[in-house]
């Protein structure tokens, strides 16, 4: 590092750092680093501007194997970050994270019973917590259904 460089540069210099080492490592297959890096690309880190296309396929890449992939996503689409909002989609992202297997080991009792809350983010459980606060439409499960069946197909 230039001894001259100012501080914004230096920042400028490590986030454009960070972006190609976890770009290579989610290249590879790493959900961590699809996760870090498709957040880098949606909030621009690293080059300067958003990349939305780019940050949303490496998310739902790793959706495939995260939950919290999948509870970002479907946040996303509830909230309308980034793209308009999208109740079906949310619906969909959000009930696929509550698929995946919670990972709160001994610390499960505690934490779904709300008796500690700083222990981690349990995402299938949050991801249900959410899905309550949408319609209860009964077209959304039904679409859920559809749209599962044809996601499990793609590798």
């Avoid at 920042?11 to 890096?37: C, D, H, N, P």
Wanted: with cysteine; aromatic share 12%.
């Amino acid at each position: 590092m230039d001894e001259t460089m100012n501080l914004t540069d230096c920042m400028r210099s490590f986030e454009e750092a960070w972006l190609e080492e976890f770009k290579q490592e989610a290249t590879k297959g790493s959900v961590e680093a699809q996760i870090t890096y498709s957040q880098m690309l949606l909030k621009g880190i690293g080059t300067g501007r958003p990349n939305v296309n780019l940050g949303l396929q490496y998310l739902r890449n790793a959706s495939r194997r995260s939950a919290e992939a999948c509870l970002r996503l479907g946040k996303m689409y509830f909230k309308g970050k980034y793209f308009p909002a999208n109740i079906t989609q949310a619906y969909f992202y959000l009930r696929l994270a509550t698929l995946y297997r919670c990972k709160c080991g001994k610390f499960a009792e505690e934490y779904h019973a709300k008796r500690v809350s700083n222990v981690h983010l349990c995402y299938p459980t949050e991801a249900t917590e959410l899905l309550k606060l949408l319609p209860n439409d009964p077209h959304l499960e039904q679409k859920f259904k559809e749209e599962f069946a044809s996601w499990k197909e793609i590798r």
